[in-house]
């Protein structure tokens, strides 16, 4: 029986921790498929520079309450201009001269504890936190390499809040104006590029003689700021830590136009691929585990082509219903999205395979201030990484050519056959009575609560992916639920709030510069436990991706009312980001220094990191716990792959009874190189004078 197509989910673009586009295409799961994508958020004003003196120094430890935290910081606001870029002639851009010299109030937070008592030591150093979609408090309450580093270096500590983020909002109501709304929209200027030149222009505000050397540090979209801004600024930044930096997760620094795939290249599914290696790497689990033994992988990929064939008939989607403990019965047109819910907290999960509870991730994403457990996809595979008794037999992998028994015959005899996106019975037997089967479906529903039900508390769930763009939406349709029904907007300053609520700052970054992080466009290609495919068969490259859909952005970016200000999609959309790959050079970063990448091998984003060419895919934990790459002849760029590292695990608080070895290598490392810049920094600062 032919499935109809499920109502199109608006496709994801990245959130707090740049979070993956998941393409998810309809599969038929018993003739072929029609090809069609769907898509599976005291305060003190200062006016005048002012140089810091101490306060008392206080140590914090490295876990539990001991650790800074806001409590400890001292918030300002630093007035910037909301266009950077058209300043008067003769005025100085800093001065807040913007469109018709409008501003907004930049928040950024201070602690001079560890700074010099002695003018002596006003050329000490400042570490400076390139703030990244979320309000500032997350990055100063996590930021822990910053906080144990600084005591050690005498640093100035400063956390930078993004433009249009917590308390860094330009007023929205200049847009109420229809004649403003006659050449820009509220989110016009919102770009990297204004945000790094705020960045700017406050460190030249902390220390207008530029005496002191900037370290700049950020994670996930803020590792990406902090490596541009010493690329963009190298006056003003003496070095920068990247952590988790995807900046070479867009198409130009994949391959050419014209499909050649350049050397560093993870190829269009390796976001979904890392997942799936994270799982089966020989030194994960911590304590154990081997390609040999470990069963979560194939046993996921057996899973999603059985909720296929369950979802074909009325008793087996009440089996589904029953086993996902589903909200409210299924329809045949809701197995597509039941895959897609089911699929989508595997992301997540490894981005946040932290080796303690953490509540980073889950409150990035709306899930409130809960912790995920220790190690998550671990905790995930559990039950998956048993021997349930599933037999998959790879006939042709780049062809997603599969058999699939599940269960002896004494057990079943169901046997399944995988062609790409369909799916046939090849052997019937007991069918949906199979007990391995059944026993596989719940031990994927204890995969999925581990994110879904992370509170501990859901009694049951509405198949709503764990990374979309109608996230807005649903959580609408529960307070609506909840008796609180929000008013509709009537002005275009209300349409700009609910934006920023609903999706922070990501969407509007990525429409106004057509930032296509298409590396997580892929999955289910035949290298990962994914299944079905997400694009048609003969689709070997980013060439022939963005031929299928020449504009994945489009729906998200969509504007009807004109009022957030994107470029025109028919004018100037992009799909291969050019504007960026131009702006920051792509993988052209032979005559750039002194910045640090690192990437965890558990985070899928590691597959948009900046490493060695050919260096592509690292040793995969079969080498040391950390591995060091020189990513140019000259030594400037260094890369550092941790082999159990999740999103940015060496910037987070070190924890010394649970951190994995690879961060507190990584941990050293970093000191070491900061120090070698700030040393690097004042030696030049000398000779100049000289």
């Given at each position: 029986?032919?499935?109809?197509?499920?109502?199109?989910?608006?496709?994801?673009?990245?959130?707090?921790?740049?979070?993956?586009?998941?393409?998810?295409?309809?599969?038929?799961?018993?003739?072929?498929?029609?090809?069609?994508?769907?898509?599976?958020?005291?305060?003190?004003?200062?006016?005048?520079?002012?140089?810091?003196?101490?306060?008392?120094?206080?140590?914090?430890?490295?876990?539990?309450?001991g650790r800074m935290s806001m409590a400890n910081v001292t918030c300002h606001f630093y007035s910037q201009p909301l266009n950077h870029f058209s300043a008067p002639a003769g005025s100085r851009r800093r001065s807040g001269s913007g469109q018709d010299g409008e501003t907004f109030k930049q928040r950024y937070c201070v602690y001079d504890g560890y700074?010099?008592?002695?003018d002596d030591d006003d050329d000490g150093p400042i570490f400076f936190y390139t703030g990244n979609e979320s309000p500032v408090d997350q990055y100063v309450n996590q930021t822990g390499l910053m906080w144990e580093l600084a005591p050690k270096h005498s640093a100035l500590?400063?956390?930078?809040?993004?433009?249009?983020?917590?308390?860094?909002?330009?007023?929205?109501?200049?847009?109420?104006?229809?004649?403003?709304?006659?050449?820009?929209?509220c989110f016009t200027h919102l770009t990297s590029s204004q945000a790094l030149a705020d960045y700017a222009a406050l460190i030249s505000y902390l220390d207008p003689s530029h005496t002191r050397p900037v370290i700049a540090f950020g994670g996930s979209y803020g590792g990406m700021l902090?490596?541009?801004?010493?690329?963009?600024?190298?006056?003003?930044?003496?070095?920068?830590?990247?952590?988790?930096?995807?900046?070479?997760?867009?198409?130009?620094?994949?391959?050419?136009?014209?499909?050649?795939?350049?050397g560093q290249s993870a190829g269009i599914s390796g976001a979904a691929e890392v997942i799936a290696r994270a799982v089966t790497l020989p030194s994960y689990p911590p304590g154990g585990g081997s390609e040999e033994t470990s069963h979560c992988s194939d046993n996921l990929l057996a899973t999603?082509?059985?909720?296929?064939?369950?979802?074909?008939?009325?008793?087996?989607?009440?089996?589904?219903?029953?086993?996902?403990?589903?909200?409210?019965?299924?329809?045949?047109?809701?197995?597509?999205?039941?895959?897609?819910?089911?699929?989508?907290?595997?992301?997540?999960?490894?981005?946040?395979?932290?080796?303690?509870?953490?509540?980073?991730?889950?409150?990035?994403?709306?899930?409130?201030?809960?912790?995920?457990?220790?190690?998550?996809?671990?905790?995930?595979?559990?039950?998956?990484?048993?021997?349930?008794?599933?037999?998959?037999?790879?006939?042709?992998?780049?062809?997603?050519?599969?058999?699939?028994?599940?269960?002896?015959?004494?057990?079943?005899?169901?046997?399944?056959?995988?062609?790409?996106?369909?799916?046939?019975?090849?052997?019937?037997?007991?069918?949906?009575?199979?007990?391995?089967a059944l026993k596989l479906l719940n031990a994927t529903m204890a995969a999925v609560s581990v994110w879904f039900n992370v509170s501990k508390?859901?009694?049951?769930?509405?198949?709503?992916?764990?990374?979309?763009e109608e996230e807005k939406e649903y959580l609408q349709s529960l307070r609506r639920a909840n008796g609180i029904e929000p008013p509709s907007p009537k002005t275009p300053a209300q349409s700009c709030q609910e934006k920023l609520d609903g999706e922070t700052v990501w969407t509007s970054l990525v429409c106004n510069e057509n930032m296509n992080q298409i590396i997580t466009a892929a999955r289910g290609m035949g290298n990962d436990f994914y299944w079905p495919p997400t694009f048609p068969r003969k689709t070997t490259s980013f060439k022939d991706i963005l031929a299928i859909d020449p504009d994945p952005l489009g729906e998200i970016c969509a504007d009807p009312d004109g009022v957030f200000g994107y470029?025109?999609?028919?004018?100037?959309?992009?799909?291969?980001?050019?504007?960026?790959?131009?702006?920051?050079?792509?993988?052209?970063?032979?005559?750039?220094s002194s910045i640090l990448f690192s990437n965890g091998l558990l985070d899928p984003w590691s597959s948009a990191g900046v490493y060695q060419a050919g260096k592509y895919p690292p040793r995969g934990g079969k080498g040391e716990p950390v591995e060091m790459q020189n990513v140019t002849a000259n030594g400037g760029i260094i890369a550092l792959i941790l082999d159990l590292g999740g999103h940015h695990l060496d910037l987070m608080f070190a924890d010394d009874d649970d951190d994995p070895e690879c961060a507190t290598i990584a941990r050293e490392i970093e000191d070491m190189y900061i120090g070698r810049w700030i040393m690097e920094w004042k030696e030049g600062r000398k000779s100049c004078a000289q």
């Open positions: 029986m032919k499935q109809a197509p499920a109502a199109p989910i608006v496709q994801p673009i990245l959130s707090l921790l740049l979070l993956p586009s998941i393409f998810l295409l309809i599969p038929d799961v018993s003739v072929g498929s029609s090809w069609r994508q769907a898509a599976p958020r005291p305060v003190v004003e200062l006016t005048r520079p002012r140089r810091y003196r101490p306060q008392q120094r206080q140590q914090q430890g490295k876990t539990g309450q700074s010099g008592n002695d500590v400063v956390f930078a809040e993004h433009r249009y983020q917590g308390e860094s909002v330009p007023d929205l109501t200049i847009w109420n104006n229809p004649e403003r709304l006659k050449y820009d929209g902090s490596a541009w801004m010493r690329m963009l600024y190298p006056s003003s930044i003496a070095g920068a830590i990247a952590a988790s930096a995807p900046i070479w997760g867009l198409p130009l620094s994949q391959e050419t136009k014209d499909g050649t795939r350049i999603w082509p059985l909720i296929s064939y369950y979802g074909q008939t009325e008793l087996g989607r009440d089996i589904l219903m029953e086993t996902f403990r589903l909200c409210t019965p299924m329809g045949q047109d809701d197995v597509v999205s039941l895959l897609d819910w089911a699929q989508s907290p595997f992301f997540p999960l490894a981005e946040g395979d932290f080796p303690y509870p953490s509540s980073y991730i889950p409150f990035s994403l709306n899930m409130g201030d809960v912790d995920l457990p220790a190690w998550p996809l671990q905790k995930a595979c559990a039950e998956l990484d048993k021997d349930i008794g599933v037999e998959l037999i790879r006939n042709d992998e780049r062809d997603v050519d599969y058999t699939i028994r599940y269960g002896s015959d004494n057990d079943s005899g169901l046997v399944l056959g995988i062609d790409w996106d369909n799916v046939k019975v090849v052997e019937n037997g007991n069918g949906l009575r199979s007990a391995t508390t859901a009694k049951c769930f509405d198949a709503v992916p764990a990374i979309n470029p025109s999609r028919e004018e100037t959309y992009d799909s291969w980001a050019t504007w960026l790959d131009d702006m920051y050079g792509g993988t052209r970063i032979e005559s750039r």
